[in-house]
């Protein structure tokens, strides 16, 4: 997978159409596979991430203070980040359509067992359930789509398959928020499952038998270390996400008590904060080509003065909503300036070196929430902000040291 979290690297396997007048044109049950698996993506991040909408109503219901509610974001992401790397060697040469299947399943196990949880400790067991199936899905969903089709139409599979992240952001998780607040909590967690169970149908009616052609080997991964560049790239991605998470997992409470945000205009913003995000996606793309080094300077700084701002100008729901969507605008480069470094940095290895990457990113989404958590508990929602806009500066005075390069081969 060429993507970030929106993504993490394929594995190293060969594809199952490649040759003769198919490779000409792709069939509409192949296309519908495709998107099956774009459909997971979207289900897996949506599910990931939900809690961030609802946190307020899940910790009033269960009793438990907002920044230990905060703990749904972080178990799933530190068990995501374990799983991402270690699942595709754990599984060796299975059907790679069977596990997709089974880790679905899963996630509907998990969300069924999240909508029933009677107590906080129960709905932390489903969110480490949670954790399995993101991490695993992730790891294989790319492979999956690039061996479905040609050559030709690989960057398009891959951009249709990932594209469900995107659109997670942007629709699953308002929508998710929206469903929590016009019903119950429990009600939103058992629609993204009832999703799940659509997706299981289609991968099982529209992907044809996937087996594994080459061992998946864990020693390429921490070897990206040597490469100065991609230990920079890795750095800041850990930086960066854990800032961002760390406030952003208490977004409902921030904008209640600061901006004066009423609950039910929650999921519109975070509606906006996802579109942002995805302009902000390409706009930054363009930048990173010309020099990425910069741009991920850029966007610390920039990251850093709108958090530690938001407390002074965003006490009003006006001013708050629009620094949230400025928010969204520059964090949606983030990914892909770090993965366009990746990628200068080590052109020969990019699969190992984006799997690295991607296995940080969930590491940081856990830690950033678990951090955040503390603060709020500690001080103030006030005080997360600032905690995240110091790890974003720290961000852009670290990469500011090291010295701008694509970095050497490596094989």
């Known amino acids: ?18 040759t003769g007048p198919s490779a000409d044109r792709v069939s509409l049950k192949t296309w519908l596979a495709v998107a ?77 067992l999240s909508a029933l949880a009677p107590d906080f400790a129960v709905l932390l067991a489903s969110r480490f359930l949670v954790g399995i199936s993101i991490g695993g899905f992730w790891a294989l969903a790319a492979g999956i789509a690039v061996r479905l089709v040609p050559d030709r139409f690989v960057p398009r599979a891959t951009s249709l398959a990932f594209g469900g992240a995107t659109a997670a952001n942007v629709l ?35 992907v044809p038998r996937l087996p594994a052609t080459e061992p ?30 760390a406030a952003f997992t208490f977004v409902s409470p921030i904008l209640r008590d600061i901006a004066g945000v009423s609950e039910s205009l929650v999921s519109p913003l975070l509606l906006a904060f996802g579109v942002a995000g995805v302009l902000g996606t390409f706009v930054v793309g363009a930048g990173a080509t010309r020099d990425v080094r910069k741009t991920v300077i850029a966007l610390g700084a920039a990251l850093a003065a709108i958090l530690a701002l938001f407390p002074l100008l965003g006490s009003s729901p006006l001013s708050g909503s629009a620094l949230l969507v400025l928010w969204g605008l520059v964090y949606g480069g983030v990914p892909v300036a770090v993965q366009t470094w990746i990628f200068k940095g080590a052109p020969d290895a990019a699969e190992a070196a984006t799997a690295l990457n991607t296995s940080v990113f969930n590491l940081a989404i856990a830690l950033g929430a678990l951090l955040g958590g503390v603060v709020v508990d500690a001080v103030a929602v006030t005080g997360v902000l600032w905690f995240g806009a110091l790890l974003m500066l720290v961000t852009s005075l670290a990469v500011w040291r090291t010295r701008s390069g694509e970095g050497r081969r490596n094989g």
Not at 8 to 14: K, R
Not at 50 to 65: F, N
Not at 225 to 235: H, L
């Open 1 to 18: 997978m060429t993507a970030t979290r929106d993504g993490v690297a394929p594995e190293p396997e060969s594809p199952v159409i490649a």
């Open 36 to 112: 099956a698996v774009a459909l997971g993506t979207f289900s897996v991040v949506t599910i990931e991430q939900l809690p961030v909408g609802l946190l307020t109503s899940i910790g009033g219901d269960l009793g438990v203070s907002e920044g230990t509610a905060g703990l749904m974001v972080t178990v799933p992401g530190l068990v995501a980040s374990a799983t991402a790397p270690l699942l595709p060697v754990a599984i060796r040469r299975l059907d790679r359509r069977v596990v997709l299947i089974g880790l679905l399943g899963l996630m509907v196990l998990a969300n069924a």
């Open 172 to 206: 699953g998780v308002p929508a998710g928020t929206l469903i929590g607040g016009l019903t119950d909590w429990r009600v939103a967690f058992a629609a993204v499952g009832a999703l799940g169970l659509v997706v299981v149908t289609g991968l099982w009616l529209l």
């Open 216 to 245: 998946v080997r864990l020693r390429a991964l921490p070897q990206q270390f040597r490469n100065p560049v991609v230990r920079t790239a890795v750095v800041s991605t850990f930086l960066l996400v854990s800032g961002h998470f």
